[in-house]
């Protein structure tokens, strides 16, 4: 597996270069960023001018915040600042934050997010060939591109596009229209066995060749036990954040736990984020994280997801110690 360093949500755009060129200095072979409090376009542009060979990620770019002609230009224009180092990493979010965050439509999340893929590729194909952009789709259309308007062919190519998905349609659209998927924290191994893979090769015609799978696993680390115990409430709570929602109540299904996603659903409602912690029982956080000394975390992500994962970063939804990180990766790489 490729080992690479996801940003910290809340850091600043400055931070997130500090933290690339780090990444890049001490040997990850990707970075990704997400796109929570900053624009991750912007952000990674700042990466892309201060690193040099590191690939670059939107990990995730909210899709349905933008149309697929703004992406086309964004995503055209990072591929060329990197020369040729990004992939363009692509979620839908949830519902609400779409129609009342970003005030923007919102139905039939896969085939839409199918089609705003069909269009991007569309719109490349014109910059690059020069062919009337003449793209009518059910959700969007796109029939208009002049010479001043266009960049025309990007020296590099076309960034891969990788689409954020857990539940099966976005999957199975992800497996017909992208080049990659991009893999949910909370994810088991026997959700990425049982329902991810199956849906993805059945896509794809039985194959997963030339496409590839991504994840940032959650991993509890710490250089003694105060630390350790502090990593392991804060990954408890992001399992609790995360099962609450209705999207993810399928891989909470696959091991029994529905009531688990209902009772949580039902305190996020009530604002109890405090409380929702203690609901993560000792085997849901050994479903969804590994935790550890260095050496035992990197064999138990290597059992879990080496088979299938090409990409893997650690998400630590705390402030881990780096020295605990650097020694996952190497021991990763030795594996």
Excluded: C
């Amino acid at each position: 597996m490729l080992v690479d360093f996801t940003a910290p949500v809340a850091a600043s755009p400055a931070e997130v270069e500090a933290a690339a060129v780090s990444a890049e200095q001490v040997g990850y072979d990707g970075f990704a960023a997400a796109e929570t409090r900053h624009d991750v376009f912007t952000t990674l542009a700042l990466v892309a001018r201060a690193t040099t060979h590191i690939t670059l990620q939107s990990g995730i770019a909210v899709a349905f915040a933008r149309n697929p002609m703004n992406v086309a230009v964004l995503a055209n224009d990072l591929q060329l600042i990197s020369e040729g180092r990004f992939r363009l990493g692509l979620g839908s979010q949830v519902k609400p934050h779409i129609e009342r965050r970003f005030a923007m439509p919102w139905s039939r999340p896969a085939a839409r997010m199918e089609e705003f893929v069909a269009a991007l590729r569309a719109i490349w194909r014109t910059w690059a060939t020069g062919e009337r952009l003449a793209f009518r789709g059910e959700f969007y259309r796109h029939t208009l591109m002049t010479d001043f308007f266009s960049p025309g062919p990007n020296p590099f190519g076309n960034p891969p596009v990788e689409l954020a998905a857990v539940g099966d349609l976005m999957v199975r659209a992800a497996g017909r229209v992208a080049d990659g998927l991009l893999v949910h924290p909370l994810t088991s191994a026997d959700y990425l066995g049982e329902r991810i893979l199956p849906a993805l090769r059945e896509a794809r015609g039985g194959s997963l060749d030339g496409f590839s799978l991504a994840m940032s696993a959650m991993v509890v680390l710490g250089a003694d036990e105060q630390q350790r115990a502090r990593a392991e409430q804060a990954v408890r709570g992001q399992i609790a954040f995360y099962a609450s929602t209705p999207a993810y109540r399928p891989v909470l299904e696959t091991h029994g736990w529905g009531d688990l996603a209902d009772r949580l659903n039902g305190m996020s409602r009530r604002q109890a984020w405090a409380d929702m912690a203690n609901e993560i029982t000792d085997d849901v956080l050994d479903a969804f994280a590994i935790a550890g000394d260095p050496a035992a975390v990197a064999a138990g992500l290597h059992d879990r997801f080496g088979s299938a994962i090409d990409r893997i970063s650690l998400y630590t939804p705390y402030e881990a110690d780096r020295y605990q990180m650097a020694a996952v990766r190497t021991a990763l790489r030795k594996d």
